[in-house]
């Protein structure tokens, strides 16, 4: 069994910032998986955030680039994301991904 848990998010102004994290757990060797931040906001269909391969690279949606990073600590078995400049727009419950797994999801409210 796997799971991923999520953390961190939470109600801020506009401009401000948060951390997500996302701890894995179980039968999953993390440091070979990408990883994946997903958002869906309400009424919207779930899109993909950044995800970041087991060498490190990382892609992010174009609504994000330049003010999300995100990154990992394989000795944690954990992934981040660094979401600063924060938008009403970026109000969402953020998913962390690894493949055929979910995280339950951790909600994140921009206020203008």
């Known amino acids: 069994q796997v799971q991923l848990v999520e953390s961190g998010g939470g109600l801020v102004q506009a401009g401000g910032s948060l951390r997500l994290s996302c701890a894995a757990s179980?039968?999953?060797?993390?440091?070979?998986?990408?990883m994946g931040w997903y958002r869906q906001a309400p009424g919207k269909q779930r899109e993909l955030v950044a995800a970041?391969?087991?060498?490190?690279?990382?892609n992010y949606a174009d609504s994000v680039k330049g003010r999300f990073t995100i990154s990992r600590d394989n000795a944690k078995d954990t992934v981040y994301l660094q979401m600063n400049s924060l938008k009403p727009e970026d109000t969402a419950v953020y998913y962390c991904n690894a493949q055929e797994y979910w995280g339950q999801g951790t909600l994140v409210t921009v206020s203008e």
């Open positions: 970041i391969t087991r060498y490190g690279r990382s």
């Open positions: 179980g039968s999953i060797i993390f440091s070979l998986r990408t």
